[in-house]
């Protein structure tokens, strides 16, 4: 017989517990929905599996919500199995809320602004409940980032359980992507070819069922990496919204988060550096989104393993298997009717890119989760590694003089191969607002040899470093034909899409960093076969701008500004992950916290 488990939540109902509050926090639960007996029985289906003979409790958490719409309309469906299934597995579900929400199309300046604030009130609320696992209800962008970072800190057994992308969109018959067809459509009204109505209209058309954007987006590219790193069960992230198969999936994730308690398989059993080499080689191969650098990065610290910037330079030559806008042609639907990550996974696994031995949630290594799929495939849309979509799809890693520190470009979202080793003089934009007043002046003269550079839109110079750095072409270029200029930013860029741009270039203009001194004109050089992104100024000339640089961060307009810009706990750039200094702070860091969370699960007497 198996070891018996000792629950963190007999600190708050188990004989442990001082009686008074044993008593005060029992009587609460039984007035709003239990039972004396589920609360503190111990004759039940999971008693000889407990060292108290209680139930566990597992946290639900919700991120859906009105100001969600990703995850609206659908969320508290898929939250009712998988309370179902962890009923059906014997244990007890408490639901709960993330805050503040992390809607990625209704927040401003970004949600990016809100994810460190969101995961720490994921890691403190997870630490003052009592919660023996955890289930996460993820959907749009950050959810799964912020998800991850305060999994990885409390270490607790945990199910990352996506709502699922959207069906597709069509729009006069053709097929319409939420996020793609946007910018597609912006070009196309900046040329003058349709309406403020049609654009209206056409985006209406991208958004037709419940769930987030079905192109391999960010949505798509996080929970699918959170499968690939083992926290979500094997087949699921890919499932549309409506479908009954997400529903099952939701059911399942109850079951088997209950099983994962029991059995004490926590992150750290099984996330590894390799894990998220692993995660890196499955971006590459499905045309994954930028932002997934970023908050790979930042989970990675959470859970204190060492991987870096420099680490995505490893899936720069993996090939592209899925075709699937914006890289390709198809949309997630398709996707995972051709068999999903699973097949892209074993193709992957076949060739030596990743290593199927790691271990997933369920305590068995992905090689053998694997061999429970099945192995059909539709090659149209999944690539096997002999005939990919392109022989390389990874995101790269730049440096130079403009990126000391680094930045990242999608290589697999670049329509003009000729663009990747370019040099032009730059047109510099001072932030979005400056952008969006003179991007369509012909009086400014742009030309497509020019290289657009918009600046002061990183973690401090925004604030929270939103998706601005697809920057949009000048319309009277568009009209003329052109498609596809390079571009330079500290921004990031929308996971849905495409085009030459050269993104989170760290440090970023208003930490000082060299993007502050480009001054219209200066010439640009890009040379992606030798990983380089230089000013191509005189070298007195360049020290002499660098050092009448002053930071500038941007003016503090709430609380949360005050504590994100401050010196000893506010934000990182974006080579480390943007995420907060404290966890630099002795103690704080992710393991250390994930210590004091564990010593409740098993209390002294």
């Known amino acids: 017989m198996s070891e018996k488990v000792s629950l963190r939540s007999d600190f708050w109902f188990g004989p442990q517990a001082a009686v008074d509050l044993r008593a005060h926090h029992t009587g609460k639960l039984v007035n709003s929905k239990l039972t004396l007996e ?50 059906q597995a014997g244990a007890i579900p408490l639901r709960f809320e993330a805050s503040p929400p992390l809607g990625e199309p209704l927040a401003r300046p970004t949600s990016m602004y809100l994810r460190n604030l969101t995961a720490l009130s994921l890691i403190e609320t997870i630490i003052a409940n009592p919660l023996d696992g955890l289930v996460l209800l993820t959907g749009c962008d950050k959810t799964v980032p912020a998800g991850l970072m305060a999994a990885l800190t409390v270490d607790l057994p945990v199910i990352i359980a996506s709502a699922g ?26 040329a003058g070819s349709i309406t403020e109505d049609d654009l209206m209209v056409r985006s209406c058309a991208a958004q037709p069922s419940a769930g987030h954007c079905m192109s391999m987006g960010t949505a798509s590219t996080l929970n699918s990496l959170a499968e690939a790193l083992g926290l979500t069960l094997i087949g699921a992230s890919a499932i549309p919204a409506p479908m009954s198969a997400r529903a099952a999936y939701s059911f399942q994730s109850g079951a088997a988060i209950v099983e994962a308690v029991l059995r004490d398989i ?58 699937i806008k914006p890289s390709g042609r198809f949309l997630m639907e398709e996707f ?10 074993r193709e992957l696994a076949r060739a030596g890119h990743i290593d199927d ?5 369920g305590g068995k290594t992905l090689r053998e989760e694997l061999a429970m799929h099945d192995d059909w495939t539709d090659r149209a849309v999944i690539r096997d590694i002999e005939n990919p979509l392109k022989k390389a799809g990874g995101i790269i890693v730049l440096k130079g003089n403009l990126c000391p520190d680094g930045a990242v470009l999608k290589v697999s979202a670049v329509s003009d191969p000729a663009l990747l080793q370019h040099r032009g003089p730059a047109f510099v934009f001072e932030d979005i607002e400056d952008y969006h007043r003179r991007i ?130 506010g934000v990182h750039q974006a080579h480390v992950g943007a995420y907060m ?14 210590k004091r969370v564990r010593a409740r699960l098993r209390p002294q007497h």
């Open 357 to 361: 031995n790691v271990k997933t949630c």
């Open 440 to 569: 369509d002046d012909p009086a400014h003269k742009i030309t497509p040899d020019m290289v657009l550079v918009l600046r002061n839109c990183g973690p401090l110079g925004y604030p929270g470093m939103p998706e601005v750095g697809n920057v949009r072409l000048p319309g009277y270029l568009l009209a003329q034909g052109v498609t596809a200029m390079v571009t330079v930013s500290d921004a990031r860029m929308s996971g849905t899409a495409y085009g030459c741009h050269i993104l989170h270039v760290s440090p970023e203009a208003a930490a000082g960093g060299p993007l502050a001194i480009v001054r219209t004109g200066d010439m640009i050089a890009l040379d992606v076969a030798n990983r380089t992104l230089t000013l191509d100024i005189a070298e007195d000339d360049y020290a002499a701008r660098m050092q009448a640089v002053t930071p500038a961060p941007a003016p503090v307009h709430s609380p949360w500004g005050v504590i994100w810009q401050d010196e000893r706990l």
């Open 266 to 323: 926590r992150p750290s059993h099984y996330v590894t550096r390799q894990s998220f080499l692993n995660a890196v080689a499955v971006n590459a191969a499905i045309g994954g989104s930028t932002n997934a650098v970023i908050h790979l990065l930042a989970a990675a610290r959470m859970a204190g393993i060492d991987f870096t910037l420099e680490d995505w330079e490893k899936g720069a030559n993996i090939p592209l298997l899925a075709d």
């Open 336 to 345: 995972y009717r051709a068999g999903g990550l699973p097949a892209v996974m």
């Open 581 to 594: 200094k404290y966890s630099d702070h002795p103690g704080l860091s992710g393991p250390d916290i994930a």
């Open 38 to 87: 589920e609360l503190t029985g111990t004759k039940h289906s999971l008693s000889h599996r407990t060292e108290s003979g209680r139930r566990p409790i597992i946290g639900i958490c919700k991120f859906g919500g009105d100001l969600n719409p990703c995850q609206a309309m659908h969320d508290h469906h898929l939250g009712d199995r998988v309370a179902d299934g962890i009923r």
């Open 165 to 190: 992308p959207m069906l597709n969109g069509y729009y006069r018959g053709e097929q319409s992507a939420s996020g793609v067809h946007l910018w597609k459509n912006r070009e196309l009204l900046a």
